[in-house]
Every structure is written in structure tokens, then in C-alpha cells.
Antibody, heavy 123, light 110 residues
Framework: QVQLQESGPGLVKPSETLSLTCTVSGVSISSYYWSWIRQPPGRGLEWIGFIYTSGGTTYNPSLRSRVTISLDTSKKQFSLKLSSVIAADSAMYYC?????????????????WGQGTLVTVSS | QSVLTQPPSVSAAPGQRVTISCSGSSSNIGNNYVSWYQQLPRTAPKLLIYDNNKRPSGIPDRFSGSKSGTSATLGISGLQTGDEADYYCGTWDSSLSAMIFGGGTKVTVL
């Protein structure tokens, strides 16, 4: 079955760069767009951005200046880099397969999801 | 504060039906499709509804979705204790050029 697994440091110092990788198995990397979504403890979901299999990206405008999402199709991995992190960037980070259909309106939905990885920003 | 507005909580007895509203605007729900997610405690969210009212394989028909104008609604019938979770609506916002979520609704089974 489809599996997504996040990996990366659980603790990042303020002002440094958060780096996470998602490894995809059980499905072709070209089957979906690939998103990162985060959730601060006790709070709601925030979409960070997604990458298409062509390598193009779309980012949340609120994070665009600090975010880079990249794709390595040969390794079936995609990655997130978030620079200049602050405490408010502490969250559970999920990697997610994303379907995007644009016809008479945009339809996006998120499935499947990784289990998430908790990242804390602290010195 | 979320662009999409959901009630913080809803509750009902087992077997009853609950509905969760998601209110937006013409730049999001009014002209794009809505999806819904269930997040059980300490787990990743799970897709319940996409394209306003379609259920992925494996999602029981107790869960239903609808959209009217700039609002969407998730319905859960035959409420079960296992349905206690947070529920989120999501859609594309054409003005923001971003995927947005509601603030989430906690469902409690009394």
C-alpha cells in the first residue's frame, strides 16, 4: 500500500533552517502532487506548499519567502526547507499526496498522509 | 483566524446525526471544491470527502458532504464513539492562490 515517511531533525535552533524529507513507497512519484502541511500543537492545519512532478512549485504566500520544496524522483523523495525558523514554526509536519484538478473551479484534496514528524524550534 | 469558519465544537448522542458547517467566500468555497478531513486523537488527518460530496473508497456512507453558495456542510449520521475527532474543511482560495483550511470542529459523542 501507499506509504509516506517523514524524516529529519526533531529539534532546530531559532534562525536556522528546518529540513525534512519524505520517502514515498507503494505508488509512482508521478501519481500525485506532493505537499507539506503543518499543525502546531493544539491548533489547526496549515498548508505549506506543493511540488508537481515537473518540479514546479506553489507555496503558501504567508511562508513563500522562507520555503523551498524539492523533488528527487530517482529516490522517490521530496523535501522541505524552511529558513530562519522561529518558535512559532514548531509543529507536526506532514508530507501528503495531493490531487489537483482544475476545471470549472479548482479541486484539491490531500490523501495519502504520512504519520507526521514533530519539529520543535528551541535553543 | 482562519479564512474558513467552522464551529469549534458540536456534540450529540450515539446514533444521532450531527452537521458541521464551513463558511467561506466567493474566492474559495463559492468557486472551488471542498474536501473534509477527520483527525482522530494523536493521528494524521484522513480524507473523508472530496469534490464537495464524494467519498473515497472505504469511507462509510454515514459521512456526507454538500455545498451551497459559499458554505459547505459535513454530515455524520448514526454517530459512534469512534467518530470523536477533529474535523477540518479545506478548499483552494483563488485570491490567495493557496490551499486553506477551516479552524477545525471537535465532535463529541455524549
Amino acid at each position: 500500500q501507499v506509504q509516506l515517511q517523514e524524516s529529519g531533525p526533531g529539534l532546530v535552533k531559532p534562525s536556522e533552517t528546518l529540513s525534512l524529507t519524505c520517502t514515498v513507497s507503494g505508488v509512482s512519484i508521478s501519481s500525485y502532487y506532493w505537499s507539506w502541511i503543518r499543525q502546531p500543537p493544539g491548533r489547526g492545519l496549515e498548508w505549506i506548499g506543493f511540488i508537481y512532478t515537473s518540479g514546479g512549485t506553489t507555496y503558501n504566500p504567508s511562508l513563500r519567502s522562507r520555503v523551498t520544496i524539492s523533488l528527487d524522483t530517482s529516490k522517490k523523495q521530496f523535501s522541505l526547507k524552511l529558513s530562519s525558523v522561529i518558535a512559532a514554526d514548531s509543529a507536526m509536519y506532514y508530507c501528503v499526496g495531493t490531487t489537483v484538478v482544475t476545471a470549472a473551479g479548482t479541486s484539491n484534496w490531500f490523501d495519502p498522509w504520512g504519520q507526521g514528524t514533530l519539529v520543535t524550534v528551541s535553543s | 483566524q482562519s479564512v474558513l469558519t467552522q464551529p469549534p465544537s458540536v456534540s450529540a448522542a450515539p446514533g444521532q446525526r450531527v452537521t458541521i458547517s464551513c463558511s467561506g467566500s466567493s474566492s474559495n468555497i463559492g468557486n472551488n471544491y471542498v474536501s473534509w478531513y477527520q483527525q482522530l486523537p494523536r493521528t494524521a488527518p484522513k480524507l473523508l470527502i472530496y469534490d464537495n460530496n464524494k467519498r473515497p473508497s472505504g469511507i462509510p456512507d454515514r459521512f456526507s458532504g454538500s455545498k451551497s453558495g459559499t458554505s459547505a456542510t459535513l454530515g455524520i449520521s448514526g454517530l459512534q464513539t469512534g467518530d470523536e475527532a477533529d474535523y477540518y474543511c479545506g478548499t483552494w482560495d483563488s485570491s490567495l492562490s493557496a490551499m486553506i483550511f477551516g479552524g477545525g470542529t471537535k465532535v463529541t459523542v455524549l
